[in-house]
């Protein structure tokens, strides 16, 4: 059998709480993450916008990484949000882009055919087409950016 100690039991000891200096900024700043959000979201758009460059599924997350960048030393969480933000942005500036393409891809074929309805069909085929798109791109675009986004919010601390 043990031994017991004779005295008194100490106290247990709180511990420390944990000074702000360690803790990562948890509020939202908006306007950077609306302005990260912005810059990633145009050169996310226009690259995936790129024939034979948008087979990288890669790409969205460098939106992401763009706004991740700008908003870096907020916090992941901004970083998280700013991606996000980038994803949705670059995901309609894809579409107006393809919008642009198609139609006048569809202009044109209409006017050298001669055939007009068969292109105004076409064109609202494209139209249709990239806005349905550019709604489904928005959830992947958005989760590839926010990877990119707390990726470089995490490693630029």
Do not use: R, W, Y
Not at 99 to 107: H, Q
Not at 111 to 138: K, P, R, Y
């Amino acid at each position: 059998m043990p031994a017991i100690a004779k005295g008194k039991a100490k106290p247990l000891e709180k511990p420390s709480p944990v000074s702000s200096s360690q803790s990562q900024p948890t509020e939202l700043d908006l306007q950077a993450c609306v302005v990260g959000g912005l810059a990633g979201g145009v050169a996310s758009g226009i690259v995936m916008s790129i024939p034979f460059v948008n087979i990288c599924c890669f790409l969205p997350s460098l939106g992401g990484l763009i706004a991740g960048f700008l908003v870096k030393g907020k916090g992941l969480f901004n970083g998280v949000v700013a991606g996000i933000f980038s994803g949705i942005v670059g995901a309609i500036v894809a579409a107006l882009i393809s919008i642009v393409i198609g139609s006048g891809g569809a202009i044109l074929g209409g006017v050298l055919s001669g055939d007009m309805m068969g292109a105004l069909g076409t064109l609202v085929g494209v139209i249709l087409g990239n806005l349905f798109g550019a709604l489904i791109n928005m959830v992947g675009f958005s989760i590839f950016g926010a990877i990119g986004g707390a990726l470089v919010a995490t490693l630029l601390k």
